[in-house]
């Protein structure tokens, strides 16, 4: 999938924090790319250079009821859309069900009646539950499922992994930890940051602050997505994507705040973890895919605080988010 | 769960080769009983005795499509409900999902919306894949899914787990191999004993006969799942339901054979699998519920040639089922 090998690929979620970056490292190496995108949460700011490109088109479409000729002529699908609010899950169990394992089956189905058989999943760190060993590898003791997005995530890798075998498939599966970097419109660093702005002398932490989390960047992310598909050629391809670090959410804030310039009062809410269903430390192996040469240049500190000078010159982020 | 404390329960599928076994144990253990079942494949037949109990009672409906309301008053679901035809999947991807994960979840709202916390769910040997540990245990490395069967089980498992975790339900998962015995009516022995009955000649057997497999009769089955609802209490409870033993295709066929006195051609249709998705060798290390004092009381050779007996028995199981 070099530049002299133009392949047509097709991305789900494509206005979406990871989604769009995908794109546009797509279509830099000379890929043309079909995106779809529903717009409940992706930004057509994200969109901007892809709609300047010939090589890319725009499908605005909703996965949980897609006609499958949007995929005809589509070579390979990378399919990060996705119900990313972990957090909330217990508020609309449907959502999940809906969102991340019936789209993932309806991609899947399109593919199949397209003859595409190569796909590339998002899938999550969350699949291992509170794993007993960390780091968590990918061959990690049979999970228990501790969150609703955790479940769906880990129902599409099955079915995934089920038409690799029934119908010939090949896939690569990726489990992130939390991304971070510019386009981030969730998650802890932007809850802070936007609490922050609000009021710079409070801010409310959920969770005792001591929650252990992995980081990655959104570019070394969708680095290590296109080092796995050119170089792994198994059927089934699992690959754990992180940082070899960790820190501690009172890490994070204190790096928040020394760029803001702020000193606010923290509110722990308390208890070790932020939500039902949050892992007090999710740190996986990465071995494998660093045995394929990949690795990350961008530190969890520096992947922080990016992402906040990324939020400060971007507000309208959180006008469209809030 | 004693007679002299009468639970109400719901089975699903309760028509089914399971379900309705496990309605007669629980009746005859003085329980209440609520039975759902479409009659897809269930039996009115199976239910001929619960009918005659007061303390049955029966709902015709489709838990696609299910009311709430039916589980109104029950204390504890046992979910057996399924499509059990592991082997068809790629002929119809779109039956698992909806019939065994979107099934599966909505149980689940039913239980929640009639605030009901205690699930009992029939999930497969077949969610292991083709592990590469055997004796398979309960925390084998994490899984890749070989069936659309096995991915919608697994789908289902995270599920459970999830609402045990989001909404303070507790849970009893039982991994099984195939069952046998008495109103077995899908599977090799129903398909052997269907193929001889027709032409006693000949007997085409998928793959090349060397399948080991291990089977548990349907009784011991029942048992099982009792014991460990009774003595496990951990928010999620799992369980591999098998014997200690396990025979190969070409040991069944020799067995079935001398009860029906029979002396086929056999006419293997080759490779060492029966069909995409089918695992050579399941085979489950179930020292977790033996360590509860559970032990089957019928061997696998026991266990093949009752199954035989049913059948000739009761003809009428082919004529439905053809």
Redesign the interface.
């Known amino acids: 999938m070099t530049k002299t090998n133009s392949v047509r690929f097709l991305v789900t979620g494509c206005a979406g924090f990871i989604g769009s970056t995908l794109v546009d490292r797509l279509l830099l190496d000379g890929h043309e790319v079909v995106g779809i995108d529903n717009f409940s949460t992706g930004q057509w700011r994200f969109l901007e250079g892809a709609m300047k490109n010939p090589a890319f088109s725009l499908v605005e479409a909703d996965l949980t009821n897609v006609k499958a000729d949007v995929f005809k002529g589509v070579e390979y699908v990378f399919h990060p859309a996705a119900n990313a609010d972990v957090r909330f899950?217990?508020q609309h169990?449907?959502r999940d069900?809906e969102q991340n394992?019936?789209v993932t089956?309806n991609v899947?189905?399109a593919m199949r009646s397209n003859h595409i058989s190569r796909i590339a999943f998002s899938s999550t760190g969350s699949v291992?539950?509170e794993s007993t060993l960390v780091p968590t590898p990918?061959?990690?003791?049979?999970?228990?499922?501790?969150?609703?997005y955790?479940?769906?995530k880990?129902?599409g890798?099955?079915?995934i992994?089920?038409?690799c075998?029934?119908?010939g498939f090949q896939a690569h599966i990726f489990r992130f930890v939390s991304i971070l970097g510019d386009r981030y419109t969730h998650g802890h660093v932007f809850d802070f940051v936007g609490q922050l702005k609000r009021s710079p002398n409070r801010l409310v932490v959920l969770g005792d602050g001591s929650q252990r989390k992995s980081y990655l960047d959104v570019e070394d992310c969708v680095s290590a997505m296109l080092t796995a598909i050119e170089q792994a050629d198994c059927k089934?391809n699992?690959f754990n994507l992180g940082t070899n670090e960790y820190c501690a959410v009172n890490d994070s804030i204190r790096w928040i705040c020394e760029i803001l310039g702020v000193s606010p009062d923290l509110d722990y809410t308390g208890g070790d973890r932020g939500w039902?269903?949050d892992n007090p430390f999710i740190y996986l192996d990465t071995s494998r895919i660093r045995s394929l040469g990949w690795k990350p240049k961008v530190s969890i500190e520096d992947g922080i605080k990016r992402t906040v000078q990324y939020l400060l010159k971007n507000p309208w982020v959180f006008e469209v988010r809030s």
Chains 1, 2 share one sequence.
């Open positions: 899950g217990t169990p449907r069900l394992t019936i089956f899947l189905e291992y539950g990918e061959d990690a003791p049979f999970p228990i499922q501790t969150s609703l955790g479940a769906s880990l129902a890798e099955g079915l992994a089920a038409y075998e029934g119908f089934v699992i039902i269903g």
